[in-house]
């Protein structure tokens, strides 16, 4: 049987970054589960996030978002450089994807970072030991990494009929499955019963 997780995602979306929770409760349960990162490239730069938005996530999820983010709310949002990071990481060093995503969250919003420079990346990519090439670093355009995944995601989205994001997909065999995010947001680990429930089907 093959089994398979997509995340589908922003790196810079606060409900992606409590959804991560849920995949890091997946993976740790069933760890040969193949799993598959496609960052959805929402935030451009033209993009904020309200402050009610940020008051919705913790209502539900729980979890109060760090100061330092809050005060970065007035910035447009600008996913790019870390989209482009993170496809390279997702096809280059998969091994390494899923930290790097939660290393990167972690930075934006704990650390209140835009994510938005080099310098900011430094620090990951040196504490994982990644050896990105050059091009990965533009915020003008999407490497062609970043394109590949932005095919994958248009294409997933076809087939489950939204473009709302997070997304996570749950593939067994030919069989697609929408897992709904927002009921197990608040206790992520009820998600793992979820998930041993579809593949014992």
Not at 29 to 38: D, E, G, T, V
Not at 120 to 148: C, G, H, M, N, R
């Amino acid at each position: 049987m093959s089994t398979e997780l997509f995340f589908l995602y922003d790196s810079h979306c606060p409900w992606s970054y409590r959804a991560t929770e849920l995949v890091k409760q997946i993976t740790q349960a069933f760890p040969k589960i193949n799993l598959n990162l496609l960052h959805c490239g929402h935030f451009d730069g033209e993009q904020t996030i309200k402050l009610d938005d940020i008051k919705t996530v913790e209502e539900i999820s729980g979890v109060k978002f760090n100061p330092l983010y809050i005060e970065s709310l007035a910035a447009k949002k600008d996913s790019t450089l870390a989209f482009n990071l993170l496809a390279w990481a997702q096809n280059r060093a998969p091994k390494k994807a899923f930290e790097l995503l939660i290393a990167l969250q972690e930075a934006h919003f704990e650390q209140g970072l835009a994510l938005a420079s080099l310098e900011e990346l430094t620090p990951i990519i040196e504490q994982l030991k990644l050896s990105p090439p050059a091009k990965v670093f533009t915020l003008e355009k999407y490497t062609k990494d970043a394109e590949i995944s932005l095919q994958e995601v248009n294409e997933l989205q076809e087939v489950i009929g939204t473009e709302a994001i997070p997304a996570l997909l749950l593939a067994i065999d030919e069989q697609l499955i929408l897992l709904n995010h927002n009921l197990y947001i608040e206790a992520p680990e009820t998600i793992v019963e979820a998930v041993k429930f579809e593949l014992e089907r």
